[in-house]
């Protein structure tokens, strides 16, 4: 797919405005209100969010796109109805109301960060039948705000050697289904300017777990050939892993507890901008929405994730 460099340098600095440390507030399409603190792209700070009749609905803290600490939830009426301590988003103790030891077991185990001998943390086992809703989205990770990602172009060297030594399958971007891998060969690593990444993603709700996930799908390096900018392969994210998890970071130069390229994916220390979401036309967000509203518009979508894991959590 091709697309004009005017488009790929307006991606690039969508959401500029939301990366200053600062509390904002944005409403949502149900009138929900969210109060939020970013520190370069990531939530980092204070975050809470109010019904449409002005009643708390969740309040609780971020570090680095993580829940932490204390989170309560309230129904719409004000009453307090369930609070959570969290160690990261999808581990935490239900510290009231309090539940049966079992399920208990399940929502605070399911994501021990220990990790496997590949060097990658295990993802939780998920069942179609546990899933409530999904829904999947696409970004673009701007280089200036992932250092780790681009930094010596770590993440395209760890792509470009694993498809030359065959340990990591290319696809061509058409290639919806990812069935047929390209030769090693058939990858032009000499032409062109890597601009960017563009992730596929999936959010669901997981009701055994009672937790919202984004996965990764696919990862796709986006590069500049002359005057055309041009998706040059795409790799499926779990396939890719173990090489992911091979290529540690320098963590001196960054606050990231991340190890290596997979820890940041694993742990979504990375800063992303949506521009295209799953609806009936299956259309960009662009394509919908004026451009002088493209920023609140994906970053609307972003915290609308959130606030269905916010309300999911009264759900039995």
């Given at each position: 797919?091709?697309?004009?460099?005017?488009?790929?340098?307006?991606?690039?600095?969508?959401?500029?405005?939301?990366?200053?440390?600062?509390?904002?507030?944005?409403?949502?399409?149900?009138?929900?209100?969210?109060?939020?603190?970013?520190?370069?792209?990531?939530?980092?700070?204070?975050?809470?969010?109010?019904?449409?009749?002005?009643?708390?609905?969740?309040?609780?803290?971020?570090?680095?796109?993580?829940?932490?600490?204390?989170?309560?939830?309230?129904t719409e009426?004000?009453?307090?109805?369930?609070?959570?301590?969290?160690?990261?988003?999808?581990?935490?103790?239900?510290?009231?109301?309090?539940?049966?030891?079992?399920?208990?077991?399940?929502?605070?185990?399911?994501?021990?960060?220990?990790?496997?001998?590949?060097?990658?943390?295990p993802?939780?086992?998920?069942?179609?039948?546990?899933?409530?809703?999904?829904?999947?989205f696409?970004?673009?990770?701007p280089?200036?705000?992932?250092?780790?990602?681009?930094?010596?172009?770590?993440?395209?060297?760890?792509?470009?050697?694993?498809?030359?030594?065959?340990?990591?399958?290319?696809?061509?971007?058409?290639?919806?289904?990812?069935?047929?891998?390209?030769k090693?060969?058939?990858?032009?690593?000499?032409?062109?300017?890597?601009?960017?990444?563009?992730?596929?993603?999936?959010?669901?709700?997981?009701?055994?777990?009672?937790?919202?996930?984004?996965?990764?799908?696919?990862?796709?390096?986006?590069?500049?050939?002359?005057?055309?900018?041009?998706?040059?392969?795409?790799?499926?994210?779990?396939?890719?892993?173990?090489?992911?998890?091979?290529?540690?970071?320098?963590?001196?130069?960054?606050q990231?507890?991340?190890?290596?390229?997979?820890?940041?994916?694993y742990?979504?220390?990375?800063?992303?901008?949506?521009?295209?979401?799953?609806?009936?036309?299956?259309?960009?967000?662009?394509?919908?929405?004026?451009?002088?509203?493209?920023?609140?518009?994906?970053?609307?979508?972003?915290?609308?994730?959130?606030?269905?894991?916010?309300?999911m959590?009264?759900?039995?």
């Open positions: 797919m091709h697309l004009k460099t005017a488009c790929s340098f307006a991606l690039a600095f969508l959401f500029t405005a939301f990366l200053l440390q600062a509390q904002e507030t944005i409403l949502l399409k149900d009138q929900t209100k969210v109060i939020y603190t970013m520190n370069a792209g990531r939530l980092d700070g204070e975050y809470t969010s109010y019904y449409a009749n002005g009643q708390l609905k969740a309040s609780g803290h971020y570090r680095a796109n993580q829940r932490i600490g204390e989170w309560t939830f309230y009426d004000g009453e307090e109805k369930v609070v959570r301590e969290y160690k990261s988003s999808q581990q935490f103790d239900q510290v009231y109301p309090h539940e049966p030891t079992e399920r208990k077991a399940i929502a605070t185990n399911a994501y021990e960060l220990e990790k496997m001998e590949n060097n990658c943390y993802f939780a086992s998920i069942e179609a039948g546990n899933i409530l809703w999904s829904s999947r696409w970004q673009v990770l280089k200036e705000e992932n250092p780790l990602l681009y930094e010596n172009n770590l993440l395209f060297n760890t792509l470009k050697e694993g498809i030359e030594d065959r340990t990591v399958f290319a696809y061509h971007p058409s290639d919806e289904i990812l069935a047929s891998p390209l090693h060969d058939q990858v032009d690593f000499k032409n062109g300017e890597l601009l960017y990444f563009k992730t596929k993603e999936e959010a669901f709700y997981d009701k055994t777990r009672k937790v919202t996930e984004m996965r990764i799908v696919t990862l796709v390096p986006v590069v500049k050939i002359e005057n055309d900018t041009i998706d040059l392969f795409t790799v499926y994210y779990p396939e890719i892993r173990e090489q992911l998890g091979q290529a540690s970071l320098q963590p001196q130069k960054s990231s507890i991340a190890e290596s390229l997979d820890d940041l994916f742990l979504r220390d990375f800063y992303g901008e949506i521009y295209k979401v799953t609806n009936s036309y299956n259309k960009p967000l662009k394509a919908y929405t004026p451009s002088d509203q493209l920023q609140e518009a994906a970053l609307r979508k972003y915290f609308e994730f959130i606030e269905l894991t916010n309300r959590v009264f759900e039995e």
